[in-house]
């Protein structure tokens, strides 16, 4: 598969290659990243550059990792990757480098990536995970249309410990997209 650009208004999101090691290296220092993020702590350069060219080209046919720059020269301000999960799923994940946060950026790039999964992935449900606690991506998760579907108990493994996460998800139709696979939801009234 050839490597995927896509573009919004204001941000360029391409795959991460070997030119992303130093952003990425730095944004990766910040705490607050490291509190949410399962990543090496400390996180040293050849962290970055392992993940920065760990896939080829920055995609495979499963896992694709992105860049959001702001325009095609401009800063790295964050990066997005979307991860199978299951045969039927796959998984968005995110992070905002810390002076880019509060400016729109995920939320801008997040339906770009969506819109994409969904109909060049054929990806008939997307889900989203956050430990819980973590209320930026929440927000950010609530605010591009995830449908928060609860608290699932050791639900994300992070540095050796199981913690509970939020898990929400989110549907090609919720986009106006149809899906590879039809859906037929459960009656509002159904009880166990």
């Not at 598969?1 to 573009?7: D, F, H, V």
């Not at 449900?125 to 956050?130: D, K, P």
Request: aromatic residues 8%; proline residues 9%.
């Amino acid at each position: 598969m050839e490597p995927i650009t896509l573009t919004t208004e204001r941000l360029v999101l391409r795959p991460l290659d070997a030119s992303d090691a130093d952003e990425v290296y730095a944004a990766l220092q910040d705490p607050a990243i490291q509190r949410w993020i399962p990543v090496s702590v400390p996180y040293e350069r050849t962290h970055a550059e392992s993940f920065v060219t760990r896939v080829p080209g920055g995609q495979t046919g499963s896992e694709y990792n992105f860049g959001i720059r702001l325009g095609a020269g401009g800063p790295l301000v964050g990066c997005v990757g979307v991860a199978p999960e299951g045969e039927h799923a796959h998984e968005l994940g995110y992070w905002a480098v810390s002076e880019h946060r509060g400016l729109g950026y995920l939320p801008e790039a997040l339906p770009a990536v969506l819109r994409w999964a969904f109909t060049e992935l054929g990806c008939p449900r997307m889900i989203w995970r956050a430990g819980v606690g973590n209320h930026a991506s929440r927000r950010v998760a609530e605010k591009v249309g995830f449908a928060v579907e609860g608290v699932a108990r050791a639900g994300m493994e992070h540095r050796g410990t199981l913690r509970d996460c939020w898990t929400g998800a989110m549907l090609p139709s919720d986009l106006g997209l149809p899906s590879r696979l039809p859906y037929l939801p459960s009656p509002v009234s159904a009880t166990p």
